[in-house]
């Protein structure tokens, strides 16, 4: 069931109306939760039901064995050999999942590839594994669990029906927000009141996510995918397939992101801020505390700090930097070519370690106009960093990478535009002008909701005109979300 | 830069208070009273996609069935110029001919049964049905029920696929409530000539359709494209013709798909129409490429039908034409020069003297 079908707003009107029922009823409501975010889940493949119950179980029992009490939040934790064998033991379970069903094949295919390069001839044995929808979120959210049980930073969940719907509970179940326990778990154990506020707000980032989704991802996915079949025409349309795409990937998971932020509010929950206008970074570690929030931060507390951060020597400092975007970069995909991403990555963060000292001298004194002029060239310098990162996330091969620079540096103007073409980048740059113009509107106010501040009049136009787009230009049922198949 | 939960979220003026939301319905409203109040002729657009389905719906439910109805998938939409096909057919009568090309794009047999019988049940059905069929009608085995539902047909899912047991079961009363939007909503229901009419405002003019009788927009805007100005490579048709094959490197022409064609056949005999199939061109280029024996396959399955059902199968040859590469668009479609060549063809040889019998 994905965010965008009838199907599930169906039903999540169904689900709004029970759980307001049940809202005092806090087992009752957990549990009927519960049965709906399986339901949600088991509507793609119900088989896949069980691995979630595994991760939940084994966790559930980690969680009871690490046996944090309440009291003990915060109070330096023992570490001795039995804590480190249970953390141990759901490492071992939910990357043994992920390993499985994500990996196995990737392994195999690329450990045959080296011993044919060697000589050998290894007849290697691939499975047919389906990727579990959600099975990367899901299982990093567990583990953050018993990481922070272990570290002494949260409690022990002791019921089992709260813990299983803090895997399981639907909004994010699927592509993030990666929750922690210590954010969610507190607010399903206890009664929520919907206020007319939470609920109004809830149902307009359902809305603006639905817009940035069917409306804009959707409809620029064509020229995307059109761009990228094979060799480029022209540098210019090289150009254009991979600033479409950088629009694609961000409309497409913000929008995800936003829908789920908003169906949990109007139950009465709230998910973590999951992007931040990632395209006016300035800079690698910017980019990154704008860009999948939820996940650049598990990499940040459970890996980066556990390599040893910042608080090491400059070149173990590096190597931590790029053994996190690498590992960060396979989460994405069992590919090399995501390797290469997070490669790339890796590098730009050292890269910006390395020389930011060098460039501070040269930053002019902020609020002058030399200052404003500065910082919107970090923008979009950066930007086209980012794109360049974004060309090799979305290309087939390193060949196609390749063929894309060629055609960029080498032969930039290209033929007019044809039918398709034209429609396409009509689409494209309609999309890109008006997302710009919000979130430029956003970035300048500081805040995100600028809408809701506008004046009625303009916001009635507003919601009217999104509306209406949705009906007549949204793909509805259109392409899956990029992020499921992570 | 705070986040979007902050705690500040409270003081947003808009939020929680309906006057925007109630302003941006009566905005809503004024728009579907300006669509409704519009006379239905102008509201029938060109619909790319799944919207040409929806568009073959709609344009016969508003115009009943064309005297002379062509069905196919984008091969059938690309051969044939609509508007000289109805002006040699009207100056060949001397009276004016009902045609329209209800052809959408990748339809194979199944969905051209369900476009059949939809011009089946119109007051009037037509005269002549020309199928221009390629192999791909014949592709596969698998059913679209996103387009069935279109047509008001609910395939029983339930048990199909253990796997998916959930999301089938759903699937019906939501395809349901889909259709009853596009029967109450006028707004969503014409929606592709609101997309053509933005989508014509930086060009100056608007796409026009082959269902209601106008040019495809290949023929259009790409009229002088061909093999020759813009040459396909070998291995870009070994790479399509291999996305068409099976995990066994087969080329699949499904059974189903037969029986869809057979079950046409029946349904134009039953009702008076004579069913022509025009085996549409296709470049050697493409017809190299296929696996050995596809075609002559698929050549014996539309004798045979035709044969059972005392229908006509004409391919190129019959009618004394042959394609080169200055005729193809790519390598699966003909281009504005190749589809005028096989429209003239098609009106002299074919439906005019079917017509006048």
Known sequence: MSFDSLHFIVFLMVVLGVTRALRDRVQARNAFLLVASYYFYGCWDWRFLSLILISTVVDYVCGRALAVRPDDVGKEPLKDRRRKAILTASLVANLGLLGVFKYFNFFIESAAILLAGIGFDPHPTTLRIVLPVGISFYTFQTLSYTIDLYRGKIATERNLLTFALYVAFFPQLVAGPIERARHLLPQLREARRVTRVDFSYGAYLVFWGLFKKIVIADNVSGFVANTFLGEPESGLYALLGIYAFAIQIYCDFSAYSDIARGAARCLGFDLMLNFNLPYFATNPSDFWRRWHISLSSWLRDYLYISLGGNRVGKFRNYYNLMMTMLLGGLWHGASWIFVLWGFYQGLLLCGHRLVEPAVAKLRPVEGTIAAGIWHAACVVFFFHLTCLGWLIFRADSVGQVAAFLRAIFGNFPGPAPGWMNFTYLATLTASGVFLFVIQFAQYRSRDLNIVLRWPTGIRAVFYAGCFLAIVVFGRIQGNAFIYFQF | ?357
């Not at chain 2, 508003?62 to 091969?75: D, P, T």
């Not at chain 2, 050697?284 to 296929?290: G, S």
Request: glycine share 8%.
């Open chain 2, 1 to 357: 830069m705070h986040s979007s939960t902050s705690s500040s979220e409270g003081t947003y003026p808009g939020v929680g208070r309906p006057w925007a939301v109630v302003a941006a319905v009566l905005v809503v409203f004024a728009v579907e009273m300006v669509v409704r109040l519009t006379p239905t002729h102008l509201l029938l657009g060109y619909g790319e996609g799944l919207g040409s389905y929806y568009e073959v719906v709609h344009t016969i439910d508003e115009y009943g069935a064309a005297e002379v109805a062509i069905l196919g998938s984008s091969r059938g939409r690309e051969s044939v110029v609509m508007p000289m096909f109805d002006a040699y057919l009207d100056s060949a009568l001397g009276r004016d001919v009902y045609t329209a090309n209800y052809s959408c794009p990748d339809a194979r047999t199944s969905e051209m049964l369900l476009v059949t019988r939809k011009l089946m049940s119109a007051p009037v059905p037509p005269k002549v049905v020309l199928y221009v069929i390629s192999p791909r009608a014949f592709h596969g085995d698998e059913r679209s029920s996103q387009r069935e539902e279109i047509f008001g047909v609910f395939p029983d899912q339930y048990g199909q696929d253990a796997a998916h047991l959930l999301a089938s079961f759903s699937e019906r009363p939501l395809w349901q409530l889909r259709n009853m939007l596009q029967e109450n909503y006028m707004t969503f229901r014409y929606r592709y000539r609101i997309r053509n009419l933005l989508a014509s405002l930086p060009r100056g003019r608007m796409p026009t359709s082959p269902t209601q009788g106008g040019y495809t927009p290949w023929q259009v805007y790409v009229r002088d494209r061909s093999l020759e100005t813009h040459p396909i490579s070998e291995r870009q048709i070994r790479d399509y013709v291999s996305r068409l094959l099976d995990a066994n490197g087969r080329y699949v022409l499904g059974a189903g798909r037969v029986a869809d064609l057979e079950e046409i056949a029946r349904i134009c005999r039953a009702a008076g129409t004579e069913l022509i199939l025009v085996t549409a061109p296709i470049s050697a280029d493409l017809a190299r490429h296929f696996p050995p024996g596809v075609l002559d396959e698929y050549d014996a399955i539309l004798g045979r039908v035709a044969a059972a059902a005392g229908s006509r199968v004409l391919g190129p040859a019959d009618l004394g034409l042959a394609f080169g590469p200055a005729e193809f668009r790519e390598q699966s479609h003909l281009n504005r020069r190749g589809a005028e060549k096989l429209t003239k063809a098609l009106v002299a040889d074919v439906v005019q003297p079917t017509l006048s019998r």
